[in-house]
């Protein structure tokens, strides 16, 4: 299997639907918050440091991740919109997708935060060496010692 990490730049690639759809069976609205806000303009992943990434294996969009600067803490950014779909999980398509955008927050940033919504998110993002933080959620700082992901 050949997972191919590309950025989302003028256009949400035609398979967010299908993603979409697929996050919302599960209770998940973040991908159709992506979706309108894409829309309206109002998100596009343009500022500094900003990016959106797809994973891809074949033709098919397997996930999307994201990340915005992080209002509420000078200097970071904050992981967004996040969703694999279910039939493609616990094959390190999120954790491919999640060191790129981590990869590239090194060179614009020293603090990366994550709003887990569940527990199973929750300990995805740890494996990855965030750590729960009663402010920001989750909180990676890379500035630290370099994390070593741990096994799922």
Request: proline share 4%; with cysteine; aromatic share 6%.
């Amino acid at each position: 299997m050949t997972i191919d990490i590309r950025m989302i730049r003028d256009r949400l690639p035609k398979e967010i639907a299908d993603l979409e759809s697929e996050a919302r069976r599960e209770g998940y609205r973040h991908i159709t918050c992506l979706v309108d806000e894409w829309a309206a303009g109002d998100t596009r992943f343009e500022r500094d440091g900003e990016r959106l990434l797809g994973a891809h294996v074949g033709a098919a969009l397997a996930g999307i991740g994201g990340m915005t600067v992080e209002p509420a803490l000078s200097g970071a950014l904050r992981m967004r919109r996040f969703y694999i779909r279910p039939a493609m999980r616990r094959r390190g398509i999120g954790r491919m997708l999640a060191s790129g955008l981590l990869d590239h927050a090194r060179s614009c940033c020293s603090i990366v935060t994550v709003h887990a919504g569940n527990a199973g998110a929750a300990k995805f993002w740890e494996s990855l060496g965030f750590q729960a933080s009663e402010r920001d959620g989750h909180r990676l700082d890379l500035q630290g010692p370099s994390f070593t992901p741990q096994s799922p």
